[in-house]
C-alpha cells in the first residue's frame, strides 16, 4: 500500500468511525425519547440540515429492539470526536430529565 493509499483509508476510516458515533448519538435519543435533532441544533444552532444526522436517524431501530446505551458511553464518544458542545447538551439534558 503506497502513501496515497494509506491516506485514502485512513480518512475512510475516520468517516466510518464518525458515522457510527453519530448513529450512538441518536439511537441513543431515541431509546431516552430525545429528538436528536432537536438537541443537535441546541448544540449547534447554525448548522443546519445535517446530513450524516440525518442517515443515521434513518438507520435508528425503535428502542425495545435496541441494546441499552449509556449515557456515560454516547458522552464519551462525543467527546473523543471533538462534539464537546453535544456532549455538555446531552449531560444537561441528562440532568434535567434525571436519566
Known amino acids: 500500500m503506497d502513501k496515497k493509499q494509506l491516506e485514502e483509508q485512513i480518512i475512510?476510516?475516520?468517516?466510518?468511525?464518525?458515522?457510527?458515533?453519530?448513529?450512538?448519538?441518536?439511537?441513543?435519543?431515541?431509546?431516552?425519547?430525545?429528538?436528536?435533532?432537536?438537541?443537535?441544533?441546541?448544540?449547534?444552532?447554525y448548522q443546519v440540515n445535517n446530513k450524516a444526522l440525518e442517515e443515521a436517524i434513518e438507520l435508528t431501530v425503535p428502542k425495545e429492539e435496541s441494546d441499552e446505551i449509556s449515557v456515560q458511553t454516547v458522552i464519551h464518544v462525543l467527546q473523543?470526536?471533538?462534539?464537546?458542545?453535544?456532549?455538555?447538551?446531552v449531560q444537561s439534558k441528562v440532568d434535567e430529565e434525571k436519566l
Open 12 to 45: 475512510k476510516n475516520h468517516q466510518s468511525d464518525e458515522k457510527m458515533m453519530i448513529l450512538i448519538f441518536a439511537q441513543w435519543c431515541v431509546n431516552n425519547d430525545m429528538d436528536p435533532e432537536e438537541l443537535y441544533k441546541t448544540a449547534y444552532p
Open 80 to 89: 473523543l470526536f471533538g462534539n464537546d458542545d453535544l456532549a455538555s447538551v
